[in-house]
């Protein structure tokens, strides 16, 4: 039944009672949005969240429950932590507007909206309350609140969320806090625009470590019923003898009567209501980094006229349209899950950062520009220039390209191509240069509606100017002077720093050879070939090296494990680095002794546990026996098994933080049967699909062909076969287990025929 609503001051919200009937594990369905399972990845450090959001948006409306409730929950303020959910807490205070997915640093998760029941309490140590019946799908979550029995439900569209709380009879409160969230930022200001609307902003920022990225979130929100008293609070600074004249000395002062604006690094809203047993109210957000009135503008192009059912079922629509793009056939239920999961995980980020107009923040700048595409943000390039941009260029092509353009108009902006970039801001997250790879691949797989000489200028930057003026390559000196990084601190990860430019140089010598500079690919091709001078035979890993060339002592190989520092080592061991040399694994053969040598020493990275699920080096791993003839068979063989191990249908799913969908990209290409394991190189790897028929939807505005089609035919009898006898590329036998990715999309069908022999 449909409950009436009273003194509405938005026009258009209906309140409705249709609760959805999604469990926190997704249930078995025929479209692929009912695959899907938000829980996946929201503990073991997987850092995912179960919020609502649409694909690839600003918005996303988040469960916080990571401050306060006492033993057993993960506290943000006690440990570590970078994400606002985790599935086995318990203490829920409130719904965060705008959080990331899959990253390693606290940042967002602010605007924490909360409903409560009885007299108002304003300390959120206080007011939070353990819940239960957790539903998720795709656009959607809810549950209830023990200590309350109000039913809380939120769902979003890309720029704005709408949450619906359901009251029992009494004192319903909505609070709004403002000086709580993942941010290590303080500052908010808001103010009341009428009874039912207010508007305001919040200081985010200083991600990773960086105390200068900072940048402000805008805010309306809007009620749609008038409350019967409302107000702010703020948190007061201790006193001494000022105390006897202020009775609101370090405490939270509850302001009643006050309506201008107010500011502090601790302040909120809070709205009362007197409320019928089931009456429902609406909260709808709309958010912009640009000013409040694109947030008001952003809300109302968004909401006007719409329910809560319309936004969350468009919702639910514009994710099943994308995750459409690969229909798969066969496999298990189990898999199934596993894979649109990733894919869902996949579409979080990059996210929009332009809001409706076109407007966004420009670069490290003041400046307010205007996008005629879809300006995005939150550029994790370290982990997603390895798969999920060579994923996005092959399903969605389009979001590739306006991806490119917004890194170009980066560069336009700041004079650099981005290297971690969050909302207008260069955090220097991580090392490399890894925009160039991203790019040069987009550029090979024919996407080229961008400024190509803006684009060679930018990476030939970067490439060369010496470290004191290079924001990517700091310690660029050295690695023109001596083709390595040698270590002159502790722990200054100067292999990692190296590996990642021979990279991006091996990338950047293909893409000067096709623009002609012959003179530039020779230099840059070149210099690619130092990984060379970090081989130690004696351990036969890579090892630091000093200055004077001699190797850094002492040394363990397999130092570094689960984030002990590590001399000349990021985030891993020398096992996890020593194979990461995907532009010349034959070359790395070579000075490892040859073919059996190399490929003896990689099976026991395998045999041994030394490879980490986790990590980006080391990911493609796996792939690179394909690169030897007769070794194949042991790809296909240890792909399979790794998928089956680390993902799983479950909310420790996820190996690890999924690095905003790296670790989801791997898990969908190691699913439908190839994978890019060289950045920049326009190639796959093929390998055993996990599904009997996979058909991937091609955008007719940038490939010929309108699908294709990968189909995986058993032995006689329906064995599970693991190993690839014969590849087809349409009619045509196909030799190998690499694949260009021209050949890729021209050829309508990939057809696999399995067998049980090696």
């Known amino acids: 039944m449909m409950h009436l609503m009273k003194n509405s001051c938005l026009g258009g919200l209906l309140a409705v009672l249709a609760i959805l009937p999604t469990t926190g594990k997704a249930d078995t369905g025929q479209e692929p949005v009912d695959y899907v399972n938000p829980f996946v990845g929201t503990t073991n450090y997987g850092t995912t969240n179960p919020g609502a959001l649409c694909p690839q948006g600003m918005m996303s409306v988040v469960p916080f429950n990571v401050m306060g ?62 819940y239960k019946d957790e539903k998720a799908t795709p656009g959607y979550y809810s549950n209830r609140l023990v200590k309350y029995d109000i039913l809380t439900e939120v769902t979003a569209t890309p720029r704005t969320g709408r949450a619906r709380f359901t009251f029992k009879a009494g004192q319903g409160n909505i609070l709004l806090n403002l000086g709580e969230g993942l941010t290590n930022e303080t500052g908010a200001t808001v103010r009341f625009v009428n009874e039912c609307e207010i508007e305001g902003t919040k200081l985010l920022g200083t991600f990773c470590y960086n105390p200068q990225a900072v940048f402000p979130i805008y805010f309306v929100m809007r009620l749609n019923k008038t409350p019967k008293s409302s107000g702010y609070w703020k948190q007061m600074r201790p006193m001494q003898v000022e105390a006897q004249w202020d009775s609101t000395a370090g405490t939270k002062k509850i302001y009643t009567n006050y309506r201008r604006e107010i500011s502090g690094d601790d302040v909120g809203v809070w709205f009362t209501y007197d409320t019928a047993e089931g009456e429902q109210v609406e909260v709808s957000m709309g958010i912009s980094f640009v000013s409040i009135e694109n947030a008001r503008m952003n809300l109302d192009a968004e909401q006007e006229g719409k329910s809560f059912e319309d936004i969350r079922l ?33 579409l979080i980020h990059p996210n929009i950062l332009n809001d409706v107009n076109g407007q966004y923040p420009a670069m490290e700048s003041d400046q307010i520009l205007t996008t005629k ?116 601190a502790k722990n200054d990860n100067s292999v990692s720093h190296a590996l990642e430019y021979y990279i991006a140089d091996y ?168 994978y890019p394991d060289c950045p920049g190189v326009p190639e796959y790897t093929l390998t055993t699909p996990m599904f009997d028929k996979v058909t991937i939807k091609l955008d007719p505005r940038y490939y010929k062909e309108s699908e294709l089609v990968i189909t995986a035919h058993k032995p006689a009898g329906g064995s599970a076969a693991s190993y690839i006898g014969e590849v087809k590329l349409g009619d045509k036998k196909h030799r190998g287990f690499r694949i260009t990715h021209d050949e890729l999309i021209h050829a309508h069908t990939l057809d696999f025929y399995l067998t049980n022999d090696k």
């Open 373 to 488: 595409g879809n300006r995005y943000t939150v550029f994790s390039l370290w982990d997603t220039y390895r798969n999920v941009h060579q994923l996005m260029t092959l399903l969605f092509p389009d979001r590739q390209m306006d991806m490119v353009n917004t890194m170009l108009g980066m560069y336009r902006e700041h004079g650099w191509l981005p290297k971690w970039e969050l909302y207008g801001r260069e955090t220097l997250t991580m090392e490399g240069d890894p925009s160039i790879p991203i790019i040069v691949d987009t550029w090979f797989k024919g996407l080229r509606d961008f400024d190509v000489n803006l684009a060679y200028e930018a990476m030939y930057k970067s490439a060369t100017l010496p470290g004191a003026d290079n924001l990517m390559r700091p310690d660029a000196d050295d690695y023109y002077s001596l083709g390595y990084v040698p270590i002159r």
């Open 314 to 346: 468009a919702a639910r629509k514009a994710w099943n349209d994308d995750l459409s793009r690969i229909q798969v056939e066969g496999g298990t239920d189990e898999q199934k899950h596993v894979f649109y999961t990733a894919f869902y995980h996949l």
């Open 507 to 674: 990338a950047l010598s293909r893409f000067a050879d096709a623009l002609g500079k012959k003179d530039d690919a020779k230099l840059f091709y070149k210099r690619s070939l130092g990984y060379k001078n970090y081989y130690c035979p004696e351990f036969g890993t890579f090892r630091p090296k000093l200055p004077d060339g001699t190797f850094y002592s002492p040394f363990d190989p397999m130092q570094g494990a689960n984030f002990e520092e590590n001399p000349g080592f990021h985030e891993g061991n020398a096992w996890n680095y020593t194979f990461y040399v995907p532009h010349d694994v034959k070359g790395l053969a070579r000075l490892m002794g040859g073919r059996k040598a190399f490929v003896n020493k990689l099976q026991s990275v395998f045999d041994n546990g030394r490879y980490d699920p986790a990590n980006e080096p080391d990911i493609a791993y796996p792939y690179l026996f394909s690169y030897f003839p007769g070794e194949e068979w042991r790809t296909q063989e240890l792909v399979p098994r790794l998928v089956n191990a680390h993902f799983k249908n479950a909310p420790n799913g996820i190996p690890g933080n999924d690095d905003t969908g790296t670790m989801s990209a791997w898990a969908i290409f190691s699913m439908i049967g190839f």
């Open 69 to 130: 409730g006492g033993e057993g929950n993960r506290d943000k303020d006690k440990t570590w932590w970078s994400t606002p959910y985790e599935y086995k807490n318990t203490y829920f205070t409130g719904y965060a507007h705008g959080s990331l997915s899959g990253v390693g640093c606290p940042e967002l998760g602010s605007l924490l909206l909360m409903p409560t029941a009885g007299p108002l309490e304003v300390d959120y140590l206080k007011y939070g309350s353990s």
